[in-house]
């Protein structure tokens, strides 16, 4: 892979796909979760220490968008917990590298999390490292980790970060 530069076109791009995945997290719209990812597409959810140490250990871990399908299934029919909001701020995408229609990214996120009757709290908080190739339906992930900086989480994940 070259670190050549990435064309306006395609950093555009990139940023509607961060946007876009994030807006569908955030209306609660889970079916569209899986389709924003190749069909091996992975995705790890996984403290920061575990992540810099190279210990494979994860929150969640998921390697095919049939495994995505099945989480998705999971949070609509079978998970029991309090209901809440999500609302995800994003930063811009930063391209690590760049090269035959495929992009190492890098974004900071944070994750806000309202309960219907408690005020909002942060709720978890750290870094996408991603992988996005260009396919014949558009940008999709190849890998999306997100490492998140505390070890501490309060109560369970239920919806994807």
């Known amino acids: 892979m070259s670190t050549e530069s990435i064309t306006f076109g395609d ?14 997290l955030d209306a ?8 924003f990812f190749t069909d091996d597409g992975v995705y ?15 929150t969640l871990s998921f390697d095919s968008k049939g495994m995505l399908r099945d989480r998705v299934y999971g949070i609509r029919e079978t998970l029991f ?18 090269g035959d229609g495929r992009w190492e990214c890098e974004a900071n996120y944070a994750v806000l999390r309202t309960k219907l009757s408690q005020p909002s709290t942060v709720f978890n908080v750290g870094h996408y490292l991603d992988v996005v190739v260009r396919t014949p339906a558009g940008l999709r992930f190849a890998s999306r980790q997100c490492i998140y900086d505390s070890e501490m989480i309060p109560n369970s994940i239920i919806y994807p970060i």
């Open 11 to 24: 950093y555009l791009a990139l940023q509607q796909l961060y946007a876009d995945y994030a807006a569908a």
């Open 28 to 35: 609660a719209q889970w079916e569209r979760w899986p389709d």
């Open 44 to 58: 790890r959810l996984q403290p920061r220490e575990n992540h810099e140490r190279g210990l494979p250990l994860a």
């Open 81 to 98: 917990h309090d209901p809440y909001y999500q609302r995800h701020v994003v930063s811009a995408p930063r391209v690590r590298q760049a």
